[in-house]
């Protein structure tokens, strides 16, 4: 009988968060199995910290889980999610937590038909790594990371926190974790968009004429969050983080720590690929027709990100 090695955790998606959670679970001391499907003889990932330090970490790579109880940390985009937990279906039991890590929303619901009975946490991270190359990333910004149950089982999964924490600090358990993922949410409702529209780095959105077009947007989105039931009695108090001049300074407050960078959006369509638009904007405009509300300019900046994919996809099938 061949004995199955057994995981404490089992990473989907060898990206740059992939990669990073990776390095830094296994640095602590878990072990850690992470699934791809790119095709690699790779065993090790090589890691350059924040000092500038490179180190390379053994790891096991695989193409599909094994069937256990470690928890399934999902790190692909928002567009791979469904797709990478359904192709593991039959190696997933009912009692595994599974963690989405990813910008934007509306996967957890997907997750939640496809696994009813799951623990689902939703979890958010402002951890930042590039990748070099397959396997060798680049950890460039050390940030913040709330975890929070989506659902009913999630809730009594807040121990999970101590392995995460331990691997890469600053790791919060959240009760309000859909209030974060909207904060986050709006943040890149105002900036991807425009950067990747127009390709240029955050920074350049402190620009007027862009800031006009924040304004406008924060302006249509509130109502929303309204109608959701998220903006509480006290929004208009100063540690509101919907308040209206709170939201805009945290939004600026982002443009200027990432001036230097280019949004994911703005690189996904520089590099032609997929974006998570139908994720962010695209989330948000269900949620505001869900309550027959208007949001052209976030509805007009949904389309351009469209058509530029739309572009993108012409492209490739008449090549
Ligand atoms: O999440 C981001 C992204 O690039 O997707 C930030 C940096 C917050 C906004 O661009």
């Not at 959701?228 to 006290?234: K, T």
């Not at 308040?243 to 032609?272: C, K, P, W």
């Amino acid at each position: 009988m061949q004995v199955q090695k057994q995981y404490d955790w089992q990473i989907i998606g060898a990206g740059a968060i992939g990669c990073l959670w990776a390095v830094n679970l296994i640095r602590s001391g878990q072990k850690v199995q992470l699934i791809t499907r790119k095709s690699s003889l790779a065993t090790t990932i090589t890691y350059q910290n924040l000092q500038g330090l490179t180190k390379d970490y053994p790891c096991s790579l695989s193409n599909h889980l094994q069937y256990s109880n470690a928890p399934i940390l999902v790190c692909v985009k928002a567009t791979q999610v469904k797709q990478a937990l359904l192709d593991q279906k039959q190696q997933i039991n009912s009692k595994q937590v599974i963690i989405l890590m990813h910008n934007g929303m509306g996967t957890a619901e997907q997750v939640a038909n496809l696994f009813p009975d799951n623990p689902i946490i939703c979890a958010t991270t402002s951890n930042a790594c590039l990748v070099k190359s397959p396997f060798n990333i680049q950890q460039t910004g050390l940030g913040i990371t709330y975890l929070g149950a989506f659902n009913e089982p999630a809730k009594s999964c807040d121990h999970l926190l101590k392995d995460l924490d331990n691997a890469l600090g600053n790791c919060h358990w959240n009760e309000n974790v859909e209030q974060t993922l909207w904060l986050k949410l709006l943040i890149n409702i105002a900036i991807n968009p425009l950067t990747a529209i127009h390709q240029i780095k955050n920074g350049e959105l402190a620009e007027d004429s862009f800031q006009a077009q924040i304004n406008t947007m924060l302006d249509e989105a509130l109502p929303v969050l309204q109608a959701i039931g998220l903006l509480s009695e006290d929004a208009s108090t100063e540690n509101n983080v919907f308040e209206r001049s709170n939201l805009l300074n945290t939004v600026n407050g982002v443009i200027h720590a990432t001036s230097e960078n280019f949004s994911s959006m703005n690189r996904d369509i520089y590099h032609q690929r997929l974006t998570e638009n139908e994720f962010i904007n695209g989330y948000l405009l269900k949620k505001a027709s869900q309550h027959n509300i208007e949001t052209p300019l976030i509805k007009k900046l949904y389309q351009q990100i469209v058509a530029l994919e739309n572009n993108l996809v012409t492209q490739l099938n008449t090549k």
